[in-house]
């Protein structure tokens, strides 16, 4: 056999081991870039990173502000009356769905989490944070407290629904913003129930069903009457007492005489 094609043989034999010692390196490497990357599509090309300049606008930022006017998709949000609580630029009376058990449920359910901190469970103003904000002030330590709307007093019983809806959205005064924590159907459900709450501490005797007032009444009036009996009783107690404290001077020397003993001792 000519040399030549000897040395060919071996060479040849010894290539055919590249593929395979290339596939074994491929198996046991680990790398964070595709092991077989042979048609790169857009994965490397030029760019800029987050605050970087850019000579070809004026301004030098590679950053471009959102053109004026445009919108991402899905975010129109062009009713009025339901984003922002408005009817031809006017706080709106009425709500833009229909009101309904659920909602009311749903409405004290955020109410709840997000409000009751502040004006309490029943709106009066008188939450958790209110009354931690009194007793520090008690002790001087912080005055700037401005104490949380009572929802039945002051404007907040005439405030129309989309007045409330805004005022949870963009907040009013010192009270806080919450349009970004709550989305826009449950801050209407918090409306439906600030409402209900405002019903419910209005209420007289007239919102009782006709056939459950009598009974109610009767209750009322036999209330009324223990409390009577009560105060009276507590009157006449106090009177008594105050007939001991007359005659109580010989009592009262009797302790400065002890005091005096305990001094001696
Ligand atoms: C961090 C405490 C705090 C929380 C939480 C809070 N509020 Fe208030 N809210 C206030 C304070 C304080 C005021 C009074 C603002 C003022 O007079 O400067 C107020 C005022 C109001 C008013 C009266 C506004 C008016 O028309 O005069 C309404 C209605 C109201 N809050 C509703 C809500 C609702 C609904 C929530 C829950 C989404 C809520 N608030 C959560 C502190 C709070």
Known sequence: ?????FYAAILLTLLSWVPLALAVRMRVESRTTPRIHIFLDMDVQSHFKPQETNPM????????????????????????????GKIDG???????????????????????????????ATGFGDGIINKRAELLAESG???????P????SGDVPGRSVGHLYNTITNGLRTMPAYGSQIPTEDRWAIVAYVK?????????I????????????NQMAEAKAAAEK????????????????TEATPTETSANENEEQHSTN
């Open 206 to 217: 007239d919102d009782v069903p006709a056939d459950q007032r009598e009974a109610l009444s």
């Open 90 to 120: 006017e706080f709106a009376d009425t709500f833009p769905m229909d009101v309904t058990m659920e909602l009311l449920e749903r409405g004290k359910q955020r109410y709840d989490i997000y409000c009751a901190v502040c004006h309490g």
């Open 141 to 147: 330590a912080g005055s700037a407290w401005i104490t």
């Open 1 to 5: 056999m000519p040399k030549g094609i």
């Open 230 to 245: 009560a105060a009276a009783e507590e009157a006449a107690e106090a009177a008594k007492e105050a007939g001991d404290g």
């Open 196 to 204: 209900a709450l405002q019903r419910a501490g209005s209420g007289t």
């Open 149 to 152: 709307s009572d929802y039945s």
């Open 57 to 84: 606008f004026a301004d030098n930022r590679a950053m471009r502000p959102q053109v004026p006017g445009t919108i991402a998709l899905g975010e129109l949000k062009a009713d009025q009356h339901l984003y922002r």
